[in-house]
Each structure stands twice: as structure tokens, then as C-alpha cells.
């Protein structure tokens, strides 16, 4: 099937970590961009970052520095590797993939983030 599978998000505390991952069927993942936006109550939804099937990334500046969005073209699946975590990453984390192979868009289900001690 064509979908995203989000997994990895969860509550932690100011300063910890964690890995986000997105799984997808080989046909959707194969040269497409990945990426992650996020929104959190009450504020528009907020672009994070992206991986061409090339491995070019980019970062918001909101992000840059703690998180790294990264792929594992084996496994089809892409991950954002987030540090230093602060409250204002609280929020519901989308995974999106742009297929060549098919011409659409796809978005993952969501998984909540909640940064608080």
C-alpha cells in the first residue's frame, strides 16, 4: 500500500532526544523528497525539514543545529534525529513524501512530541 507509517514520537524533557521515523512502500520512497512539518495547538503548520533522494537536506533555522532529518534507502524509511529538545518542539510531527514514481504526495498519520519536565 501506498502510505507513511510514523513512528517514535512520545514525552520527554527539556534537553533529551528523540528519533522520529517514517516507513514507506519501496514504490513511494524510491527518488522521492522526504520530509517533516509539525504543528502544535492553536499555530499553523510549521515545515521542519526535507532529504532529496539525492541526500541534499535542509533545516528550518528553528531546528538547525538539533535536529537531522536523515534516509535509509534500504529499509524506505526516513528519520529526524532530534536533540536538545525544548518545550516550543512540542507539537504533532508529520512525515510527507514527494514521488517521482507516482506524482503525488503522501502524508504519514502523525506522531505527538511533547517536550515538558
Same mark, same amino acid.
Given at each position: 500500500?501506498?502510505?507513511?507509517?510514523?513512528?517514535?514520537?512520545?514525552?520527554?524533557?527539556?534537553?533529551?532526544?528523540?528519533?522520529?521515523?517514517?516507513?514507506?512502500? @519501496?514504490?513511494?520512497?524510491?527518488? #522521492?523528497?522526504?520530509?517533516? !512539518?509539525? *504543528?502544535?495547538?492553536?499555530?499553523?503548520? =510549521?515545515?521542519? %525539514?526535507?532529504?532529496?533522494?539525492?541526500?541534499?537536506?535542509?533545516?528550518?533555522?528553528?531546528?538547525?543545529?538539533?535536529? @537531522?532529518?536523515?534516509?535509509?534507502? #534500504?529499509?524506505?524509511?526516513? !528519520?529526524? *534525529?532530534?536533540?536538545?529538545?525544548?518545550? =516550543?518542539?512540542? %507539537?504533532?510531527?508529520?512525515?510527507?513524501?514527494?514521488?517521482?514514481?507516482?506524482?503525488?504526495?503522501?502524508?504519514?498519520?502523525?506522531?505527538?512530541?511533547?517536550?515538558?519536565?
Amino acid at each position: 500500500q501506498d502510505q507513511l507509517v510514523e513512528s517514535g514520537g512520545g514525552l520527554v524533557q527539556p534537553g533529551g532526544s528523540l528519533r522520529l521515523s517514517c516507513a514507506a512502500s @519501496a514504490r513511494v520512497f524510491a527518488f #522521492a523528497t522526504l520530509g517533516w !512539518y509539525r *504543528q502544535a495547538p492553536g499555530k499553523e503548520r =510549521e515545515w521542519v %525539514a526535507f532529504i532529496t533522494s539525492g541526500g541534499t537536506t535542509n533545516h528550518a533555522d528553528s531546528v538547525k543545529g538539533r535536529f @537531522a532529518i536523515s534516509r535509509d534507502n #534500504a529499509r524506505s524509511t526516513v !528519520y529526524l *534525529q532530534m536533540n536538545s529538545l525544548k518545550p =516550543e518542539d512540542t %507539537a504533532t510531527y508529520y512525515c510527507y513524501a514527494n514521488s517521482l514514481t507516482t506524482g503525488k504526495q503522501y502524508w504519514g498519520q502523525g506522531t505527538q512530541v511533547t517536550v515538558s519536565s
